[in-house]
């Protein structure tokens, strides 16, 4: 199950004289959801149409399934399922019409009336291209990438300028599609939908990945800090809790304690210490760091920047 | 060529959908051609004054010209808004093969040319007679013929407008310019030299000339010059379209 459907290796892509992508490398395994995750610009897209076959790399090699997606043409584009940043179809074509045309004109395909149907867009399926919402319109093209059962499937920016409904239910049918054995590779510059969907990450920024992990995995080696915030009027706490094992720093806010180390049992020892000491605790609750964290750290910069 | 006729049928439908679509194609050239019909023929006191000899042979041409110059600004512009919108890119990321897209909207244009004609003669009859009804299938083929040459140029242009915006007045631009030096309003031999130069080198010269000459009813053969160097603009801009031609 672990080996590599894809391989990246020392990729660079350039613009004339702006380089997007530079010297990048990932591979990806059969059946996970993989995310390159980064802020606009960081050469996400770039990279994904070089794995698509619709760019080709100045320098550096891709494999996809084991073939070449510049070079191989039809053989790789039957084989993969693509959904494109900001694309569009013709305005007045149906949405009937454009599952019924994709079915044609690949070799082997889903029922498009089920496909439809499990897409939420059956009763859509008269109306125009250009009358879907953002949502309808997500879900369609999520339908044509997935149309000819594709072994992996190419997503750039699939819920941006989704509301977060929409966008919770377009992460379920990514699930979906990873539950049918399938290899998903996204963009994303959301860092909680890296979160909550990508089994593994890779952060790009300024055409580089900076790293490749799960998100835990990244969170646990770039932010290993632990964060808990007691509030008590107790005068001595603050004394207490700085001598606990691991505790580098304690900043008092009013009645509110925050309490900063790296001992992974760290609110364990905070709970025990309050409770040894029958403090009088107000509120209580833990911080745990997340990909946002990572980015700031690795970075110096918040991805929203 | 997989996709083809799929994809040809379906762009079919979508632009008959479009509001303005067929009636800018279809119903305005068949508009004007009735109104000037009607004028010129008012006009006209006998049959050898200028106005019915206009109406004669270079009524029926100017139209013919006019559906194929409507043809390639449309299809400009189509190709500009399908880049423009990432239509281009997403087809180009399924095994169509990019020559058949390109080839699909070639087929549309051409059926809704030939469509158009028909309804133009349908119309016309009471204002002209062609020679015979063998003269009406080559001047067809004819017009198919040269729009296809035409249209060839339309990729080149589409290769580089940067939006659709540009497309459709740059392709005016182009298009009515060479229309005027082509012969079809003045005979090519009053033009001052330089512009007879230019004149000779526009395919749309060689179109007028072929079409007006089956319309007059010679036969194919006393024009193989035309349809060569149609062709072979054709072959030439049809190469560089394919050299420049961005898909993004």
Same mark, same amino acid.
């Given at each position: 199950?672990?080996?590599?459907?894809?391989?990246?290796?020392?990729?660079?892509?350039?613009?004339?004289?702006?380089?997007?992508?530079?010297?990048?490398?990932?591979?990806?395994?059969?059946?996970?959801?993989?995310?390159?995750?980064?802020?606009?610009?960081?050469?996400?897209?770039?990279?994904?149409?070089?794995?698509?076959?619709?760019?080709?790399?100045?320098?550096?090699?891709?494999?996809?399934?084991?073939?070449?997606?510049?070079?191989?043409?039809?053989?790789?584009?039957?084989?993969?399922?693509?959904?494109?940043?900001?694309?569009?179809?013709?305005?007045?074509?149906?949405?009937?019409?454009?599952?019924?045309?994709?079915?044609?004109?690949?070799?082997?395909?889903?029922?498009?009336?089920?496909?439809?149907?499990?897409?939420?867009?059956?009763?859509?399926?008269?109306?125009?291209?250009?009358?879907?919402?953002?949502?309808?319109?997500?879900?369609?093209?999520?339908?044509?990438?997935?149309?000819?059962?594709?072994?992996?499937?190419?997503?750039?920016?699939?819920?941006?300028?989704?509301?977060?409904?929409?966008?919770?239910?377009?992460?379920?049918?990514?699930?979906?599609?990873?539950?049918?054995?399938?290899?998903?590779?996204?963009?994303?510059?959301?860092?909680?939908?890296?979160?909550?969907?990508?089994?593994?990450?890779?952060?790009?920024?300024?055409?580089?990945?900076?790293?490749?992990?799960?998100?835990?995995?990244?969170?646990?080696?770039?932010?290993?800090?632990?964060?808990?915030?007691?509030?008590?009027?107790?005068?001595?706490?603050?004394?207490?809790?700085?001598?606990?094992?691991?505790?580098?720093?304690?900043?008092?806010?009013?009645?509110?304690?925050?309490?900063?180390?790296?001992?992974?049992?760290?609110?364990?020892?905070?709970?025990?210490?309050?409770?040894?000491?029958?403090?009088?605790?107000?509120?209580?609750?833990?911080?745990?760091?997340?990909?946002?964290?990572?980015?700031?750290?690795?970075?110096?910069?918040?991805?929203?920047? | 060529?997989?996709?083809?006729?799929?994809?040809?049928?379906?762009?079919?439908?979508?632009?008959?959908?479009?509001?303005?679509?067929?009636?800018?194609?279809?119903?305005?050239?068949?508009?004007?051609?009735?109104?000037?019909?009607?004028?010129?023929?008012?006009?006209?006191?006998?049959?050898?004054?200028?106005?019915?000899?206009?109406?004669?042979?270079?009524?029926?041409?100017?139209?013919?010209?006019?559906?194929?110059?409507?043809?390639?600004?449309?299809?400009?512009?189509?190709?500009?808004?399908?880049?423009?919108?990432?239509?281009?890119?997403?087809?180009?990321?399924?095994?169509?093969?990019?020559?058949?897209?390109?080839?699909?909207?070639?087929?549309?244009?051409?059926?809704?040319?030939?469509?158009?004609?028909?309804?133009?003669?349908?119309?016309?009859?009471?204002?002209?007679?062609?020679?015979?009804?063998?003269?009406?299938?080559?001047?067809?083929?004819?017009?198919?013929?040269?729009?296809?040459?035409?249209?060839?140029?339309?990729?080149?242009?589409?290769?580089?407008?940067?939006?659709?915006?540009?497309?459709?007045?740059?392709?005016?631009?182009?298009?009515?310019?060479?229309?005027?030096?082509?012969?079809?309003?003045?005979?090519?031999?009053?033009?001052?030299?330089?512009?007879?130069? +230019?004149?000779?080198?526009?395919?749309?010269?060689?179109?007028?000339?072929?079409?007006?000459?089956?319309?007059?009813?010679?036969?194919?053969?006393?024009?193989?010059?035309?349809?060569?160097?149609? +062709?072979?603009?054709?072959?030439?801009?049809?190469?560089?379209?394919?050299?420049?031609?961005?898909?993004?």
């Amino acid at each position: 199950m672990n080996d590599p459907v894809i391989r990246v290796s020392g990729i660079r892509k350039a613009y004339g004289p702006v380089v997007a992508v530079d010297e990048v490398s990932f591979e990806v395994r059969r059946g996970e959801i993989f995310g390159l995750v980064g802020p606009n610009g960081a050469g996400k897209t770039t990279t994904m149409e070089c794995l698509e076959g619709l760019r080709s790399p100045d320098r550096g090699h891709v494999s996809v399934l084991g073939l070449d997606p510049f070079r191989a043409g039809t053989a790789l584009k039957i084989k993969i399922g693509v959904q494109l940043q900001e694309a569009q179809l013709q305005k007045r074509l149906k949405v009937g019409e454009a599952v019924r045309f994709w079915a044609s004109i690949y070799p082997s395909t889903l029922d498009p009336e089920a496909l439809l149907e499990q897409l939420g867009l059956r009763e859509k399926r008269n109306a125009w291209f250009m009358t879907l919402s953002g949502g309808q319109k997500q879900r369609l093209f999520i339908a044509l990438a997935l149309i000819n059962d594709p072994e992996v499937v190419f997503l750039d920016e699939l819920t941006t300028g989704l509301d977060p409904q929409a966008r919770r239910a377009i992460w379920d049918l990514v699930r979906g599609i990873r539950e049918r054995g399938k290899t998903v590779v996204l963009t994303t510059h959301l860092m909680e939908e890296a979160e909550r969907l990508c089994d593994r990450v890779a952060i790009i920024e300024h055409g580089r990945v900076i790293d490749v992990d799960t998100p835990r995995g990244l969170v646990a080696r770039h932010c290993p800090d632990r964060m808990v915030v007691v509030a008590t009027a107790d005068a001595s706490a603050r004394e207490r809790f700085l001598v606990l094992p691991g505790v580098d720093a304690v900043d008092a806010d009013g009645t509110s304690m925050t309490i900063r180390g790296r001992n992974p049992a760290l609110v364990t020892d905070v709970i025990q210490c309050v409770s040894r000491h029958g403090m009088a605790v107000t509120d209580f609750h833990t911080t745990v760091p997340t990909l946002e964290d990572v980015f700031l750290r690795l970075t110096g910069h918040s991805i929203r920047d | 060529m997989k996709g083809l006729w799929q994809l040809t049928w379906l762009e079919i439908k979508i632009f008959a959908r479009e509001p303005l679509g067929l009636f800018g194609t279809i119903a305005i050239p068949v508009v004007v051609f009735l109104g000037l019909g009607r004028l010129m023929r008012g006009a006209a006191g006998s049959p050898g004054a200028p106005e019915a000899m206009f109406l004669k042979t270079g009524l029926p041409v100017l139209a013919a010209i006019l559906m194929s110059i409507s043809a390639v600004v449309s299809l400009v512009t189509i190709i500009a808004i399908y880049r423009e919108g990432g239509i281009l890119k997403r087809l180009r990321a399924t095994p169509l093969h990019p020559a058949t897209i390109l080839t699909a909207h070639v087929l549309v244009k051409l059926l809704f040319t030939a469509l158009t004609l028909a309804l133009l003669l349908a119309v016309g009859r009471r204002f002209y007679a062609p020679d015979s009804a063998a003269t009406l299938v080559r001047f067809a083929a004819a017009l198919l013929f040269s729009t296809a040459g035409v249209l060839s140029i339309g990729f080149l242009i589409a290769s580089v407008v940067p939006t659709a915006r540009f497309a459709q007045p740059l392709a005016g631009f182009i298009f009515y310019p060479m229309m005027a030096l082509s012969g079809l309003f003045f005979p090519i031999a009053l033009l001052p030299p330089w512009l007879r130069v +230019a004149s000779r080198v526009m395919p749309m010269t060689y179109a007028v000339s072929l079409l007006q000459g089956v319309w007059r009813g010679e036969p194919l053969s006393f024009h193989l010059w035309d349809i060569a160097v149609i +062709a072979l603009f054709a072959a030439l801009f049809t190469a560089l379209a394919s050299r420049f031609f961005k898909w993004d």
